[in-house]
């Protein structure tokens, strides 16, 4: 006997017609035609069902704050950081977790259950941290909330940030973080991430750094990032956000640049919805378009996963916290419209996003945590294609969230005719 049972579900990989059977929140049968029954069967109907999906970069603390004090008028980078800095001292406990629980169930609603979210530790108070600490044992049935002590303000630049980082490591933060584009200069930007990384190897901890966000074909922090990994023995510990310098640099320099990030095991996430929005603001035309090499990063046998980044604040006015938009997007800025590449962006979003943030039991196979999400679509491009109602969201075996399949009905000639889009 079954807790659940989903019947006749496509999965990503492409197989269709699979039941997958679940007991004690794992999922104990993948195959067709699974025999016995279940306190609940959910009848796929063909309909893709895949492992939830997973946003590998995310501000959290900051999110749902659009136009406090004001808005980002330039739509800079630098901008978002200088109005999240005058907005900074008048943040609340109880605001943040505010913000943070109905971004939360955003996220639910669209089928995403792990979050990896930076938060700012340049703040006497620490308010973000403890907040962000309560939402995460709070949501941990529900979603897993990954947090990075995020110095936004420099770790060497902002005169009290080792001690907060050190201090909010010590509470229970998850992952180092670092900004190496935002020290002054390079040489400062290169030290921040040897003592970040010796940090991280001193604690046992992942390292995901703010890395090369800018459009400066010179910058060369993700070099001193690898360098560091392979030196201190941290290789699949480490992630380097945005890369955007990636997308201007010389290709000589990047084609010695990818091998040595492979062999350090690192992960590169880009975040296209903001990669494309912030960066190239300083060209006329042609304008960069500032994503970092996705599709070659790739094909060098390095791990990229998608983050969304930002939802409604300072730095972007924008988004529901819908991975399958910013998969869409990243498709789009990366020119990845051959079949493997757009499963590669699905992948972004999913499998490759839960290796980044080395998440246990992921995946659909006998073992794994029952987290799966069924969608208003056939397959993975159907999915970025339609970007289609999480009809349901299962956490640990149970249903968490539910959307009814979304069906127009066009009244033509006295007739009136479905229209869902699939084909
Ligand atoms: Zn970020």
């Given at each position: ?10 999965l ?5 017609g699979?039941?997958i059977?679940?007991k ?6 993948v ?8 306190a609940?069967?959910i009848?796929a109907?063909?309909?893709l069902?895949t492992?939830p ?10 999110t ?7 808005l ?5 980078l ?15 406990v ?12 955003w ?7 792990a979050?990896?979210?930076?938060v ?5 108070r620490?308010l ?6 309560e ?6 049935p ?9 110095p ?7 005169k ?14 998850d ?8 020290e002054?200069g ?6 921040s991430?040897k003592?970040?990384?010796?940090i991280a ?6 390292v995901?750094?703010h890395?090369?966000e800018?459009d400066?074909?010179?910058s ?9 990994t392979?030196?201190?023995g ?18 000589y ?12 095991g690192?992960?590169?996430v880009?975040?296209?919805l903001?990669?494309i ?7 006329s035309y ?8 996705v ?12 983050g ?7 730095w ?38 839960a ?6 039991g992921y995946?659909?196979?006998p ?9 208003q679509?056939?397959?993975?491009v159907?999915a970025l294609?339609l ?12 249903v968490?969230?539910?959307?009814q399949?979304?069906?127009s ?9 479905a ?5």
């Open positions: 006997m079954f807790d659940l049972i989903l019947r006749g579900a496509n990503p990989d492409g197989r269709t699979i039941d059977g679940i004690d929140k794992r999922i104990i049968a195959e067709t035609n699974i025999a016995g029954t279940a609940r069967e009848d109907k063909g309909r069902v492992p999906f997973i946003d590998s970069h995310f501000h959290m603390d900051s749902l704050s659009l136009g406090q004090p004001r980002n008028e330039s739509g800079t630098l901008e978002g950081i200088q109005l999240w800095s005058e907005l900074k001292p008048h943040l609340t109880e605001a943040i977790k505010r913000r943070a629980r109905e971004l939360c169930r996220a639910i609603a669209k089928g995403t259950l979050i990896r979210s930076h700012d530790i340049c703040d006497d620490l973000a941290v403890d907040a962000l600490l939402i995460r044992a709070e949501m941990a529900y979603l897993d909330l990954q947090l990075v002590a995020f936004q303000d420099g770790y060497l630049r902002h009290s940030a080792a001690a907060k980082l050190t201090r909010s490591l010590d509470m229970g933060v992952v180092v973080g670092g900004i190496a584009n935002f002054r390079v040489a400062a930007g290169a030290a991430v003592a970040l990384c010796e190897a001193e604690r046992g901890l992942m995901d750094m890395c090369d800018s400066d074909p010179l060369r922090h993700i070099e001193s990032l690898a360098l560091e392979e030196r201190l941290l290789k699949g510990r480490v992630t380097g956000s945005h890369l955007t310098s990636m997308h201007s640099m010389d290709n320099y990047v084609s010695k640049l990818m091998p040595l990030m492979r062999e350090a690192i992960h590169a880009a975040n296209p903001i990669n929005t912030l960066q190239g603001r300083h060209d042609p304008k960069r378009r500032g994503m970092t090499r599709k070659e990063l790739l094909a060098a046998g390095i791990n990229v996963a998608f969304h980044d930002c939802v409604m604040d300072p972007y006015s924008l988004g529901s916290h819908d991975m399958l938009e910013v998969a869409h997007m990243g498709l789009h800025v990366g020119q990845m419209t051959g079949i493997a590449e757009m499963k590669a962006c699905f992948a972004a979003v999913t499998t490759n996003a290796k980044a943030l080395r998440l246990d995946g659909i196979a073992g794994c945590h029952a987290d799966l999400v069924m969608l679509a056939k397959d993975p159907e294609r970007r289609p109602a999480r009809l349901a969201v299962i956490r640990r075996g149970t968490i969230a539910e959307t399949p979304v069906v009905h066009v009244n033509l000639a006295g007739e009136s005719i229209v869902d889009f699939s084909r």
